[in-house]
């Protein structure tokens, strides 16, 4: 999905509207510059990480997650989170005050939904499904009503702007296309692979990651697998020498020196202290 469409003129792409129960943990990971997913709990429970913070999860929870924010969300086990999720991304604004760039200075928020937010995102999942023969306008405009009502609920006070950038990157509406390769199976994504989904060189490729992630493709990979080793430690009864392998490591001892470098403890240690907690 990608459908494009202007506000005020304000550039507003969207690219995915979800809705399905969340079984297994989505590691930590982020968006890029510009980006923003908005969640809402349909119904079931569960826990929201960030680098700071934990917060439960549980029905008609609404919770914004905005670009380079790092988040993780592990369901509950016995009443996992049935989630509708809407992901899009805000360029080329042109006004400094108006509701696009006021829902576009909060990188995250979390509170209750009100029945018309719920509102909109069943229609929006509805309207997806569908496909009906105005299915980018209907979206277009639900999209729009969906920003507004959540920029009511969240942000009735604009002391506290933050400057909003723009995008100018020529491929700015597929740069998305590395956060999914990331969270589907970063064991063996390489730099081409990413190059090549998006239809420039792998030069050019590395040039965007370092504007809308401000990292390099490398630090991405190691940081997405260390996710991943996390997760599977956490929740799967595998050994070491399989963790290693199912994150793309064909050398064991390199796997674990990778590991203490990011979390200062081995996976085994690692996996104790989860298992205590």
Known sequence: MDI??????????????????LSEIVPMHSHTKNSFEIHLIDYGSGLLETECEKYSLSKNT?????PNLLHKQTPDRFSPMHELCVYFRISDSKKDND???????????????NAEIRHLFKQM???????SQWHDDILSSLS??????????????????KKETTATDLNESRSWILDQLFSDDCSNVTLNDFSEQIGVSQRQAERIIKDYYGSSFKKLRYESKMAQAA?????????????????????????????????KITPNKYREQMIKK
């Open 99 to 113: 509701i696009i760039s006021r829902f576009a200075s909060q990188s995250f928020w979390i509170g209750k939904s």
């Open 231 to 263: 997760t599977i430690l956490e929740e799967k009864n595998i050994t070491v020498e399989e963790c290693a392998e199912k994150c793309g490591y064909s050398s064991t001892s390199a796997f674990i020196s990778a590991f203490k470098n990011k979390y």
């Open 125 to 131: 999942v509805e309207e997806n499904e569908k496909g």
């Open 4 to 21: 494009t469409f202007y506000y005020n003129k304000n550039k507003i792409q969207l690219f995915k509207i979800f809705s399905g129960t």
């Open 62 to 66: 609404l919770f914004i997650t905005g």
């Open 144 to 161: 729009i009503r969906l920003i507004s009502e959540i920029t009511r609920l969240y942000f009735p006070d604009y002391s506290n702007q």
